[in-house]
């Protein structure tokens, strides 16, 4: 089992950058694809990015490739999610989350991990 806890969320403006932290707990990190979600006010949480477990492998959602980057840390159990160029529509709750499944996914039914999320506000 595994304990995830982000950090690193704040309020900033159109155009700049934050970057997200999510630490896990546990001595088997290495063994979880990671994923990053949000969920914009009023609406469903939707799939941001993932990292697989050893090779770094990377997937992301169309609308922030390019802008945001996921990473992973397996020696200090981390992953991180680095946001630039920031809009307001990326305004969210953004949560991390942890894949037993070796298989690349989108879904949250994929992930049976979550942290409590860390809120993004982009002002205009």
């Known amino acids: 089992q595994v304990q995830l806890v982000e950090s690193g969320g704040g309020v900033v403006q159109a155009g700049g950058s934050l970057k997200l932290s999510c630490a896990a707990s546990?001595?088997?990190?290495?063994?979880?694809?990671m994923g990053w979600f949000r969920q914009p006010p009023g609406k469903e949480r939707e799939f941001v990015a993932r990292?697989?477990?050893?090779?770094?492998?990377?997937i992301y959602a169309d609308s922030v490739r390019g802008r945001f980057t996921i990473s992973r840390d397996n020696a200090k159990n981390t992953v991180y999610l680095e946001l630039n160029s920031l809009k307001p529509e990326d305004t969210a709750v953004y949560y991390c989350?942890?894949?037993?499944?070796?298989?690349?996914?989108?879904?949250?039914?994929?992930?049976?991990?979550w942290g409590q999320g860390t809120q993004v506000t982009v002002s205009s």
């Open positions: 546990g001595r088997t990190f290495s063994s979880y694809a």
């Open positions: 990292i697989s477990r050893r090779t770094g492998s990377t």
């Open positions: 989350a942890a894949s037993t499944s070796g298989v690349p996914s989108t879904s949250l039914r994929s992930y049976g991990y």
